[in-house]
């Protein structure tokens, strides 16, 4: 899957074009929700998913490398003489479950999604991880900065709260 995202994003920014590419594996194949992180000097530099998919893994995985790397909004779009600096993490999601009480949430394990009304937010599991926070900073956060609604949303009964798991694997690991 690295490898497929690597290419994507060479292929997409030489050509404006999708790598084709066709899967044969049978999990490669399954119908999966992944987002796919570009770092560059352990620097954030692209970040773009999808919770679900109705596309097998490696399509999904080769839209979110090409998105990660020229649609965040956060970052200008990814050069090519950048690519060989870049370290890409994919993390491959289980489906969302709902949960009502928030501490069923494993830290470090769950990565979580909010949705209260229009407005959602998300963070994968390693979030937590990387930045030390507590299980309310975490929430808190999720709430304010990636939801963009009240830090303390997550208290709400009216806010939904899902959890999922990732296989989460980079560059680094090979």
Known sequence: MLDIARASIKTYLETSERLEITGEDALLSQKRGAFVTLREAGELRGCIGNLASDEPLYLTVRGMAIEA???DPRFPELRLEEL???EIEISVLSPLERITDPL???MGTHGVLVRKGAASGVFLPQVATETGWSREEFLANLCAHKAGINPDAWKDKSTEIYVFTAEVFS???Y
Request: charged share 35%; glycine share 0%; proline share 8%.
């Open 69 to 71: 790397a020229v649609a």
């Open 84 to 86: 060989p600096d870049i």
């Open 104 to 106: 069923a949430i494993k």
């Open 171 to 173: 560059d680094s690991d």
